[in-house]
């Protein structure tokens, strides 16, 4: 597909009823905004990653994804920082009325989404839609996301903080996408994923790709895991996590670390939240609200007025061996997709992959 068809299938999702998002490059930083235009993309820009460092540039090359994810991840376009889930009122016979404030936003197609990405969506899936142990469907995330439109693109910039060849998630989108783009040059190779992305394919009547095209493309993703020097010291760490509740390396990080939550606010698996309801002072109404929270909080620790974890070595220890190993129980598989942000954007530069290395005693 020619770089300048890129507009047609932005005007096709829009058309369809979507609103577009993609990456933008906005405050020192690609984020995901509202697309109007293909022009709006981040083209030229570069990023730059490191323990605690976060940069973009202008390279002034024709590509629009040639970086890696910043600070977002689909996470807050489904589960939202702060949400107000339901409200109650007294009614004038004196009862109390409740009604649920669903999601009444236009459905999202989102541009840029990241292999691993797509992974901690997956992930998420299991967590707010599976009605497995007596679970049930959080219907504010499920209506974001079953009519979410996602068009992937292989990641082929990997920064210096990535590590999802590690963990098996990427570069190349394996989870469900309806459109998976490979950039290159001249355009983009397209892949169809769903039968609604179809439909949408079939009217931009796009040439085949050819076999050296396509060959090109999955050297590209290829070579960019070959590029990822950073790695977990394995796949799971559950039972070299336990073993080792009482290393000294817990309480050597968390000299380091300020319990600020970062690594969570931008982690694309992490979930924890807290529901507060907020009352009108004439007692005439209230809401209820979802908020993100973090193991690292004071708050999020404090169970029937005891702070089980009421210091930070107990709180990184717990989002340590939460996220790498009873993970694996709850969703059989770890909670680290690879990402790199949690290095990224922690401002003292704690590295998710040393600290595992140095606790499990083994190197990556
Ligand atoms: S733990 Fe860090 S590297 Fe792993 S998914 Fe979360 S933010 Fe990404
Ligand atoms: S590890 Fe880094 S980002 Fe996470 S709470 Fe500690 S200082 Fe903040």
Known sequence: MPRARLQALIDALN???FRCVGPKARDAAIVYETLHDADEL???????QEPGRYRIEQTGTPRMFAWANGPQALKPLLFTPREVLWHARRTVEGSVAFEAELPREKPLAV???????LAALAIHDQHFMQQAHGACVDPYYAKRREEM??????CTHPASTCFCASTGDGPRAQHAFDIALDERDDGFLVECGSERARAILDKMALAPATHEQIDDAMRATAQAAQRMTRSLPGRNLRDLLFARLDHPRWEEVADRCLSCGNCTSVCPTCFCHS??????????QSE????????FTRGHSQIHGLLVRPDTPTRYR???????????D????SGCVGCGRCIAWCPVGIDITEEAAAICGRQP
């Open 15 to 17: 058309d369809a009823g």
């Open 42 to 48: 981040p083209a030229g820009m570069q990023d730059r």
């Open 111 to 117: 541009f840029g989404v990241r292999a691993c990405d």
């Open 149 to 154: 439109f996602l068009v992937a693109v292989n």
């Open 275 to 284: 529901e507060n309801d907020l009352q009108q002072l004439d007692g005439s």
């Open 288 to 295: 209820h609200v979802r908020e993100w929270d973090s193991c």
């Open 318 to 328: 717990q989002w340590m061996t939460h996220k790498l190993g009873s993970w694996h």
């Open 330 to 333: 709850q969703f059989g598989r």
